[in-house]
């Protein structure tokens, strides 16, 4: 069965912390995805990589970055957290199909508090 | 800027009913629509669709889209009460890797 795992499924952290959340998939995927869910604002992706090493920022990527050293790992960094930036947090992974992005598997999310 | 709205924002009904879930788009140069089932936990995949006017279908679920009116239907017939959840809509325009996803619709059904 196909899966995308993000290790902390519940985190609370401290406003100027370093918050790093960890997503791995098992499927050989090219693409990875972050994503945070916010209500009534629907998913917004954050940043993706199509390649190792590779990164594209989406529509929200101020105070977040991102690492991909490995293909089957995609981490998001939050390098100061602030108060903003609590809120579900959802990594997804894709396999490369040429013309679209195609199906997004999802993790479960993580829950994020920053008090 | 890519835009996707979903109507209605929220929807009960009681098992048994027909319910019909919308998804209305602006992106430029569409590449593809697709909706998801949400329950508690990660988002799962029904239905990618990239043509006009082909229905797809899977069991109660079934869905089309009209790209000449910018818009994509879901239909769920005989619904159950395992099918609460929240229903996303995403679209991929001109930039590869990046979805636009609706606010969802939240559907209540009710034995």
């Known amino acids: 069965d196909v899966k995308v795992t993000q290790s902390s499924r519940y985190l609370v952290k401290r406003t100027g912390e370093k918050v790093f959340l960890e997503c791995v998939q098992d499927m050989d995927h090219e693409n990875m995805f972050w994503y945070r869910q916010d209500p009534g604002l629907g998913l917004r992706l954050i940043y993706f990589s199509y390649d190792v090493k590779m990164k594209e920022k989406g529509d929200i990527p101020e105070g977040y970055s991102v690492s991909r050293e490995k293909k089957e790992r995609f981490s998001l960094i939050l390098e100061s957290a602030s108060t903003n930036q609590t809120s579900m947090y959802l990594c997804?992974?894709?396999?490369?199909?040429?013309?679209?992005?195609?199906?997004?598997?999802f993790g479960e999310g993580s829950r994020l508090t920053v008090l | 800027e890519d835009k996707v709205v979903q109507s209605p924002l929220s929807l009960v009904v009681h098992e048994g009913d027909t319910v019909t879930l919308n998804c209305s788009y602006e992106?430029?140069?569409?590449?593809?629509l697709l909706w998801y089932k949400q329950e508690k936990k990660a988002p799962t995949f029904l239905f990618m669709l990239?043509?006009?006017?082909i229905e797809k279908k899977s069991g109660r679920l079934s869905s089309i889209l009209d790209k000449k009116e910018l818009f994509s239907i879901l239909n769920i017939t005989a619904t159950q009460t395992g099918d609460s959840a929240v229903y996303l809509c995403?679209?991929?325009?001109?930039?590869?890797?990046?979805?636009?996803f609706g606010q969802g619709t939240i559907l209540t059904v009710h034995p």
């Open positions: 990239t043509s006009s006017g």
């Open positions: 992106v430029t140069n569409f590449r593809s």
């Open positions: 995403a679209v991929e325009g001109t930039s590869y890797g990046k979805l636009t």
């Open positions: 997804a992974s894709s396999r490369f199909q040429g013309g679209n992005t195609g199906e997004l598997f």
